[in-house]
């Protein structure tokens, strides 16, 4: 008679979310410094938004599998993968690879992109304050930019440049305060109610 034994399996994987948190912020941040006015789009953004907000994002969704995290997975791996898409838009015309996006191509992307990010909203209402924020002013970012584009309005541009810099500034501090909570055993910084 075979012997029963009882495995426990250990989730032995540090909290990806701080990762893709820190990736998605500070990538915001500089690219929306950019659309505030304050200098060029250049290779820094290029390369912040391929390694750190493209790559560590997807790593970060690749761990929230590993987690059973369905909705940090779908997060994490689709805003890297924005990363990745958004630098290709700039990048592959100036290699001859692909024509340039028009208007059009574009407020269409940013439209997309924020009904996504209003779908994944909705899930965070049963999630903290923090990541509410987030999401929120997430989707408040990408409806600025689709009409910026569209209406081709400098002033829209700029603002959603400034909106886009609180949404990042928001990330970083949901992500260090993930971090700090962790570390210290206690609440050190409030990421707000979870909603049961």
């Not at 912020?25 to 060029?40: S, W």
């Not at 541009?157 to 700090?180: N, P, S, W």
């Amino acid at each position: 008679m075979k012997e029963e034994r009882e495995v426990i399996l250990r989730d032995s994987y540090a909290n990806p979310a701080p990762l893709g948190l820190f990736a998605f912020g500070m990538t915001t941040v500089l690219l929306n410094i950019h659309n505030a006015g304050f200098f060029e789009l250049n290779s820094m953004i290029l390369a912040m938004g391929i390694f750190y907000g493209g790559i560590a994002q997807v790593i970060a969704g690749i761990v929230e599998a590993k987690k059973n995290n369905t909705f940090g997975f779908t997060a994490f791996t689709s805003y890297g993968f924005f990363w990745l898409t958004f630098v290709g838009l700039l990048v592959l015309p100036k290699l001859g690879w692909a024509e340039p996006v028009s208007v059009t191509g574009l407020v269409a992307y940013l439209v997309m992109w924020g009904l996504f990010t209003f779908l994944l909203f909705l899930a965070t209402l049963k999630q903290s304050v923090a990541l509410q924020l987030v999401f929120g002013s997430l989707t408040l970012l990408f409806i600025l930019l689709a009409v910026g584009d569209y209406t081709e309005s400098a002033g829209i541009k700029m603002f959603a440049g400034y909106e886009g810099i609180l949404c990042g500034g928001i990330a970083i501090y949901t992500a260090i305060a993930q971090v700090l909570n962790e570390v210290s055993g206690r609440v050190v910084l409030p990421l707000g109610p979870v909603k049961k």
